[in-house]
């Protein structure tokens, strides 16, 4: 049965704590969910709603409440509440990351497959990013469309002039090439797709959610911190990966199979991927924090001048 004072939104785990973060991502970005049907999705949302108005349907079990809180946190946006595309949700992360990650590493040794899987890659990166922008601050289609070009072409320059340059370098180095593009287009293609909140800054608030105004400072260390967690949720799986298939390529039962090559790599992937999406998606706490004393000198009076000193930190959505 449900508690008396039962609380959806109050986080099953400490969010102060990595472990707690990373049981809390585990739980939304469970693949599983990209199954769930749409009528179910809503059903959700709507049942997440009316516990939050005190509105329990008779006969909920807490269990009940708690998966449709997992789904409504898996397909729903966090700021707007409005559904997600399901390319860019993180729940599709495992699935999508997977097939893209093993391709670009199995497909890397000529300049137009470096080229057609680098531009899959950063297609479906900037549909995730706009998905998980903090959805305080509009972009136009014409600032999609420049981060796009500007990501996409930053991938390809550093893959194609990587791939020329290692034609002659031992063979692991290339095999690292994909995940130094994929590197260099994060720290382009985030900050380009949410430009809006470097320019006008995002909205900040006192520990009980009270909005005192907007930051770009706040912006600039949200995004850099997702731009961190987004390289060292595909480091591992494709720095680690390419040390393990040189090894096995060496045996002759693998020179045999090569057709195997590519799917092999695809489920490895997949491994590596469902512990590191929930373990980089941990890193740091979505509400993100930061000192008031850091924040611009003229939202720093002005949240002074109204609240004193009662207000030592403001908190904001980071965005994913």
């Known amino acids: 049965t449900v508690p008396f004072g039962f609380n959806i939104d109050a986080p099953r785990w400490d969010q102060s704590t990595f472990v707690g973060r990373l049981k809390h991502f585990f739980n939304i970005t469970d693949p599983r969910t990209v199954l769930v049907r749409e009528e179910e999705l ?3 949302k709507a049942l997440v709603e009316g516990c939050r108005a005190g509105l329990v349907p008779p006969g909920s079990s807490e269990e009940q409440l708690l998966y449709s809180k997992k789904l409504y946190d898996s397909a729903f946006h966090p700021d707007s509440g409005e559904k997600m595309n399901l390319i860019g949700r993180m729940s599709f992360q495992v699935p999508g990351g997977m097939a893209l990650t ?11 497959a470096v080229v057609f899987w680098q531009w899959v890659n950063q297609s479906f990166n900037a549909i995730v990013n706009y998905t998980n922008r903090n959805a305080a601050s509009p972009i136009s289609l014409r600032q999609i469309g ?8 930053t991938a390809l320059a550093t893959a194609v002039g990587l791939n020329l340059y290692t034609k002659r370098a031992p063979p692991l ?3 690292w090439v994909p995940f130094a593009a994929v590197a260099a287009a994060n720290c382009v293609n985030i900050p380009m797709m949410r430009q809006q909140e470097i320019i006008n800054g995002i909205m900040v608030t006192d520990g009980d959610n009270n909005e005192l105004g907007c930051s770009r400072r706040a912006a600039v ?3 850099t911190q997702v731009v961190v ?13 390419p040390i393990i298939m040189e090894r096995l390529e060496k045996f002759p039962f693998m ?8 799917p092999l790599q695809v489920l490895l992937c997949g491994g590596f991927l469902l512990f590191m999406v929930p373990a980089a998606c941990a890193l740091f706490p979505q509400r993100c924090s930061l000192a008031l004393a850091d924040l611009e000198p003229e939202l720093r009076d002005s949240i002074v001048a ?13 965005g994913l």
Request: with cysteine; aromatic share 10%; proline share 5%.
């Open 42 to 44: 809503d059903r959700a």
């Open 102 to 112: 093993g391709c670009m590493l199995q497909f890397y040794r000529t300049v137009p």
């Open 146 to 153: 420049v981060a796009y070009v500007t990501a996409t072409g």
């Open 173 to 175: 180095l290339a095999r």
């Open 221 to 223: 260390k949200g995004i």
């Open 229 to 241: 967690s987004r390289i060292t949720m595909a480091a591992p799986g494709m720095i680690i990966l």
């Open 255 to 262: 020179q045999r199979i090569r057709v195997l090559h590519g």
């Open 306 to 318: 109204k609240h004193g000193d009662k207000v030592p930190y403001v908190y904001f959505n980071k």
